[in-house]
């Protein structure tokens, strides 16, 4: 549970950094992209479950 608590906080400053500086965002700017996102994590918190 830390994990995914610290990770979430990650994620948010990673992406307050990029508004803050005007950096583009480091994400695919597709939907597809972003769905392959979303199943490299559900895949890894799912194998993490697993093991």
């Given at each position: 549970?830390?994990?995914?608590?610290?990770?979430?906080?990650?994620g948010?400053?990673?992406?307050?950094?990029?508004?803050?500086?005007d950096?583009?965002l480091?994400?695919?700017?597709?939907?597809?992209?972003?769905?392959?996102?979303?199943a490299?994590?559900?895949?890894?918190?799912?194998?993490?479950l697993f093991?």
């Amino acid at each position: 549970m830390t994990e995914a608590i610290v990770g979430i906080l990650l994620g948010m400053g990673i992406g307050a950094a990029c508004r803050w500086f005007d950096i583009p965002l480091p994400a695919p700017p597709k939907l597809v992209g972003a769905l392959l996102v979303v199943a490299m994590t559900l895949g890894f918190v799912g194998t993490d479950l697993f093991m």
